[in-house]
């Protein structure tokens, strides 16, 4: 198993700010993968994050607006860019090992 | 493109009425189908992992099993603790990410 270490838990920040996210894993792994639950829906990829090379952004998520870095096989970031009450969601960090995936608790962010 | 629906959106039971929640899914090859429970405020927490059509998995109050098109997630005797939306989400052979659907909430009244 993994355990993911997510920071901070929550946030409320205001319009036009940014917030980077951080997420630690307690093993080697290739592949991190961002997630967006915005509320009362389920979870939405936001990018996979690869040691070394650029993120993979899915189809409505742009580099400008969620910038990630992956310096190592065991961290990465995320920041919510110029930000909107839009955005105000839980964001998590996943991994996944084998078959099976693993979760951080979740930044509950609020902008306003 | 993988495809994941579950249904009921949302259950109420009376503590001990057993029932079911459904997980449909369509993907070009199945690697694994996961169960997370997922409380207000926190992230997914891991449940069941699937691989194959006819497989069952138990812990505690729950059970798992899974066909060809659908898992079901059976719960007996459920206690108010129970309490949570319970979310299914599949793993494609080819690729690393996961397909989630969009929840059961499922309250538990004592």
């Known amino acids: 198993s993994a355990v993911i270490s997510q920071k901070p838990s929550r946030d409320i920040c205001q319009r036009g700010t940014s917030l980077t996210i951080q997420c630690q894993v307690d093993s080697q792994v290739t592949m991190m993968f961002w997630y967006r639950q915005q509320p009362g829906q389920s979870l939405t990829l936001i990018a996979t994050?690869?040691?070394?090379?650029?993120?993979?952004?899915e189809s409505g998520f742009v580099i400008d607006k969620f910038p990630i870095s992956r310096p190592n096989l065991t961290f990465s970031t995320l920041t919510v860019s110029n930000m909107s009450p839009e955005d105000s969601s839980i964001y998590l960090c996943?991994?996944?090992?084998?078959?099976?995936?693993?979760f951080g608790q979740g930044t509950r962010l609020t902008v306003v | 493109e993988d495809q994941v629906t579950q249904s009921p959106e949302a259950l109420r039971l009376q503590e001990g009425e057993s029932s079911s929640l459904n997980c449909s899914y369509t993907?070009?090859?199945?690697?694994?189908l996961f169960w997370y429970r997922q409380d207000p405020g926190k992230g997914p927490e891991f449940l069941f992992t699937l691989y194959s059509a006819g497989e069952e998995k138990e812990k505690e109050r729950l059970k798992a099993t899974l066909t060809k098109k659908e898992s079901f997630l059976h719960i007996t005797a459920p206690k108010p603790e129970d309490s949570a939306t319970y979310l299914c989400a599949v793993l494609e052979t080819s690729g690393s990410r996961l397909t989630f659907g969009e929840g059961t909430q499922l309250t538990v009244n004592p």
């Open positions: 996943s991994v996944v090992m084998a078959v099976e995936a693993f």
């Open positions: 994050a690869n040691q070394g090379s650029e993120a993979t952004y």
């Open positions: 993907v070009s090859g199945l690697r694994g």
